[in-house]
């Protein structure tokens, strides 16, 4: 009777440890016990594929699961698990040297907003050895990259950071740089407004934008595609989309003249420029999947224009011409796409 007694016990102790342990791991143990249970982690997963979880280039790498047992894995690597890779966001090298020839005028203070690792601001720091040079990365990998570049990162939203407690008064930045960056911000307006409200009155913003209206963006979206990659015009990490008319109604309405503009194209947009600019408007450009009428040569440029660049500076509406008032003013063209009741 007390064999049977202590075996029962014993029994019930071992279900009682295994569902315990089972818990405290995130996983079930296996009827047969603990010995035959596969070999776990303390997050409860098998330790393989805890091991391939922690390297930041797998494709659920970060990813909260409701279980710690994953059920699924993609079965190769795709450009859209950049966004749950950290590093993946840590942009090198940056845009031509030749964008500091922009510069209306020589800088005291440098802001680079969106400075990733500081490559392009260690370079306007070796041109410019007599000015501060601080940026702004919200990515703290980036971030502690760039810090032994420039004088000072602020790793933050810029939207998020205390001015006057970081010592930097109204009036002390004279020169911005925002390259590539508006179009990977929620709300680049609010970013615009902010930077109105802290720059010198005679401050200089160097600015680089993707074109959405770019021809082989359009090629690739008439043929059924919007593919988003690791970088580019469809870089994964953008959420927000412009033409140049939209870019100056940007800069315009939020405190902003342009002063400068210039742009980018690739080799094939270079190609297709180059055979088009000499003929007569209108004209008709080719592509793979459709033709498009081109009706002038301005229209021609932003076609084929891969990236536009601006110099902006602050302004009053009250001083602005009315050729330049008409950003702000003029309604916007309705849109075709979806037509008011």
Not at 105 to 124: Q, T
Not at 256 to 279: D, L, P
Request: proline share 7%; charged share 25%.
């Amino acid at each position: 009777m007390i064999g049977r007694l202590l075996k029962e016990l014993a029994r019930a102790l071992h279900h009682y440890v295994a569902f315990h342990v089972g818990r405290a791991l995130g996983r079930g143990i296996p009827e047969k016990g603990l010995a035959g249970a596969m070999p776990v982690t303390a997050f409860g997963a098998p330790s393989s594929q805890v091991e391939r979880a922690k390297d930041p280039h797998t494709p659920t790498a970060g990813i909260p699961r409701a279980d710690s047992r994953p059920l699924y894995w993609p079965k190769d690597d795709f450009d859209w698990q950049i966004l749950s890779d950290p590093r993946g966001q840590v942009y090198a090298g940056g845009p031509s040297p030749n964008l500091l020839d922009m510069l209306v005028r020589e800088p005291k203070f440098i802001l680079d907003v969106g400075c990733s690792r500081g490559d392009f601001a260690a370079i306007a720091k070796k041109r410019f050895p007599n000015s501060k040079v601080w940026g702004v990365e919200p990515n703290k990998l980036a971030a502690e990259q760039a810090a032994a570049q420039v004088d000072r990162v602020l790793c933050h939203m810029i939207d998020e950071i205390d001015w006057n407690g970081e010592g930097v008064q109204r009036g002390d930045i004279d020169t911005v740089f925002l390259f590539d960056v508006l179009e990977h911000i929620y709300d680049p307006w609010k970013t615009l407004v902010t930077l109105r409200n802290l720059v010198s009155e005679t401050a200089q913003l160097v600015v680089s934008i993707p074109n959405v209206r770019n021809v082989l963006l359009i090629q690739d979206l008439i043929s059924g595609y919007w593919r988003y990659r690791r970088w580019g015009l469809l870089d994964i990490t953008h959420i927000r989309f412009f033409t140049v008319k939209d870019m100056y109604r940007m800069f315009y309405q939020t405190g902003f003249r342009v002063a400068a503009s210039g742009g980018t194209q690739c080799t094939v947009s270079a190609e297709i420029f180059e055979k088009h600019r000499g003929g007569e408007y209108p004209q008709r450009v080719e592509l793979d999947s459709a033709s498009i009428t081109v009706h002038s040569l301005e229209d021609l440029i932003s076609l084929c224009t891969v990236q536009h660049q601006f110099v902006l500076q602050p302004a009053d509406y009250d001083k602005l011409p009315p050729d330049e008032r008409q950003w702000i003013d003029a309604p916007h063209p309705p849109t075709k796409a979806f037509p008011a009741d």
